[in-house]
């Protein structure tokens, strides 16, 4: 029988492509794609250029923090007259307080917000139907506000000349806002000079929190420091009265 110069196919290697078994014969290693990434190339999760903002491996050292983090950080939101939250949390800012407490509000508001109207229209003997609007609007304005007006506010520090890091800008706002779960049980009481009340207290302890760590943060930095203070102080004024309405 002839030798045709070939190796039967069972004697291949894993791994590689045989060639003909001749004196110069060699074995190439057949590039194993699936098993472990190229050499210079982005691990699995990375992503190029622009697309990297978006990337897990980006954000995923801001949601490493403990419980315990998570808890002072909302325990020391809650104590506003101090302004030094940001230099506490230091090159460690989080979101993922951040994130579930917005998530927390969106429900707790838009749940009570149908309760309160509830025990509203039961007292005055009136009809009543589930509003589903509130949850779509809550998340839109507690996502929105946590997520936008940092960003906006961070452009706009970095443009004359504040160094500011916009982690740092969510962290603190999305902390900020704590205080409005339990005003929004406290909202539930079909009192509305009470409601008043709670949405006056929870909107200048909010604003405070912000405004004065603020303060400490750019007042160096910029002369007009006033105006970007004044302004924060009244949007989140702002934001706890349109909880209120």
């Not at 290693?29 to 980006?58: C, H, I, M, Y």
């Not at 406290?186 to 929870?202: E, K, Y």
Request: net charge positive; glycine share 8%.
């Amino acid at each position: 029988m002839l030798n045709t110069g070939y190796i039967h196919l069972g004697n291949k290697v894993p791994g590689s492509v045989q060639a003909a078994a001749g004196p110069d014969h060699k074995i190439l290693p057949f590039p194993d794609s699936f098993s472990k990434p190229a050499s210079g190339s982005n691990q699995v999760g990375e992503s190029r250029g622009w697309l990297r903002f978006f990337s897990v491996t980006r954000f995923s050292p801001f949601f490493d923090v403990d419980t315990s983090d998570v808890l002072w950080r909302i325990c020391y939101s809650l104590l506003p007259y101090k302004g030094d939250f940001v230099e506490k949390i230091g090159h460690k800012p989080d979101i993922y307080g951040p994130f579930w407490i917005c998530t927390t509000l969106v429900f707790v508001a838009a749940a009570l917000g149908n309760f309160a109207s509830y025990l509203t229209h039961n007292l005055k003997e009136q009809p009543w139907e589930y509003d589903i609007d509130k949850v779509t609007w809550s998340a839109g304005m507690f996502y929105g506000y946590s997520f936008v007006v940092p960003l906006v506010f961070y452009y706009v520090l970095n443009h004359f000349g504040v160094t500011s890091h916009v982690v740092q800008l969510w962290c603190l706002y999305g902390y900020s806002l704590f205080i409005f779960i339990p005003a929004s049980f406290l909202s539930a009481v079909p009192v509305d000079i009470f409601r008043w009340v709670i949405a006056g207290i929870t909107g200048v302890v909010s604003a405070t929190f912000l405004a004065l760590n603020m303060r400490s943060h750019i007042r160096s930095h910029s002369n007009k420091w006033l105006l970007y203070v004044a302004i924060v102080f009244l949007m989140q004024l702002g934001m706890a009265l349109v909880l209120k309405l």
